[in-house]
């Protein structure tokens, strides 16, 4: 719990020094966070333990992100995902589908409140996959962290190009 809370806040300064606010699109972020489930989903089905527990941790860093462009306060959102029932696997994989899709379509109601809502089960989602396949949620989270903690780059049209 401690490590994962170390790693929001990085991760949340990752994105505030690489000017989010004002370089990030919501638009284009959420559909980041549809191509990183993309790769968790290839991952599992694939049985490829390296790349699903680095597209946990990717998802994870594209949701801080997505919280603070909302507005949000991102460690309340990662510790109001602890208090969803856990589900299994599967059971995840279809909701995190459906809580990603209704994020796409909320985003442009400009309903913060469902946004949020939707964050929050992303995340939940995402640690009741984490348990269900025996990794621990925080050491995926670190995993994508430490891949682009010295990440260079810059927003080109809301979308973070690295060097």
Known sequence: M??????VTLTKKWFIDRDL???GRLDKQALKLSEEFGELC???LKQNEKLTKDSIGDCAVVIVGLALLIKDDVHAIFEESDNIRRKDAMEC???LNANISEFQLSQDLASK?????NLVRAVAY???ISKELDYDFADCFEIAYNEIKDRKGKWIDG???KE
């Open 126 to 128: 995402l640690k009741s």
């Open 2 to 7: 401690e490590l994962e809370h170390e790693l």
């Open 113 to 117: 409140e469902m946004c949020r809502h």
């Open 93 to 95: 994989f279809k909701l």
């Open 21 to 23: 606010e004002h370089g």
């Open 159 to 161: 979308t973070f190009v």
């Open 42 to 44: 290839a991952g599992y």
